[in-house]
């Protein structure tokens, strides 16, 4: 199998695992969604499904990390923080799904010990040029709260627009527009009674 076969197997994986996770994608599925026999996937990832699985995770995560280190550097300096955290949920909206919270919750005790903490700093090395962001707008006072949580309701937010269709007829981009207002600004009304 050549470089371009490896990638077609990751492509396919990651949109199978990305959909249904890893307990739910076998080997016959990857090779199912691209025509090709099972043995032939082992050529690449002789440990199987674990090995593939992980490969996947470098590849989308480290995709990420980049993406994110792009934006970061085109839009923080010049526009602040909410427009780089707006430009960066438009660009994970354009990309398949990737579930981190299902990932976490669900996956990652699938796994071997050495796999699990590697993903955890696959994560932690995905999210760090945002992190950057959120601890610079910390030191120069401009959030409320502590940024670790507040980084992660973002990922919440934004990774739950990929379902938004289930629940409304927005359009991604005014789900993410309406979950940026919320974000920054809350969701009541200014002078609305609270309860």
């Given at each position: 199998m050549n470089s371009k076969a490896k990638e077609a197997v990751l492509v396919?994986?990651?949109?199978?695992?990305?959909?249904r996770?890893?307990?739910s994608v076998t080997l016959d599925d990857v090779a199912l969604a691209l025509?090709?026999?099972?043995?032939?996937l082992y050529y690449h990832f002789p440990e199987g499904k674990e090995q593939l699985f992980?490969?996947?995770?470098?590849?989308c995560f480290d995709n990420h990390r980049k993406h994110y280190a792009l934006i970061v550097n085109e839009n923080f300096d010049k526009?602040?923080?909410?427009?780089t955290l707006v430009e960066i949920g438009k660009w994970i909206c354009s990309q398949p799904a990737m579930n981190t919270s299902r990932l976490l919750a669900n996956d990652t005790p699938l796994l071997n010990k050495k796999?699990?903490?590697?993903?955890f700093s696959m994560i932690e090395s995905m999210v760090q040029p945002i992190a950057e962001v959120f601890g610079k707008s910390q030191s120069q006072n401009l959030?409320?709260?502590d940024p670790?949580?507040?980084l992660g309701m973002y990922f919440c937010l934004i990774e739950s627009i990929h379902q938004s269709h289930l629940y409304t007829d927005m359009s991604s981009e005014q789900v993410l527009n309406l979950f940026m207002k919320v974000y920054f600004f809350g969701a009541l009304k200014t002078g609305s009674p609270s309860r």
């Open positions: 396919a994986a990651e949109l199978l695992f990305m959909e996770g890893f307990k025509k090709m026999k099972k043995a032939s992980m490969a996947v995770l470098e590849k526009f602040g923080l909410q427009t796999n699990r903490k590697r993903i959030l409320s709260d670790k949580p507040l």
